[in-house]
């Protein structure tokens, strides 16, 4: 539990507000590009 809460918890800090504007541009087009969702969550990048 406690790895969970010290090394998982904080990953959905950091893409949980992006992640919401994924949603919103598949709500609004119901298609997105895989490449248009790696620039909004900008994966591969680190962040702290």
Do not use: N, S
């Not at 949980?16 to 591969?44: H, N, S, T, W, Y």
């Amino acid at each position: 539990m406690r790895y969970a809460t010290e090394r998982v918890a904080p990953i959905f800090d950091i893409y949980f507000p992006r992640m919401k504007l994924v949603v919103r541009e598949l709500l609004a087009a119901r298609r997105i590009d895989g490449a248009r969702v790696r620039d909004i969550l900008q994966i591969g990048v680190y962040q702290r």
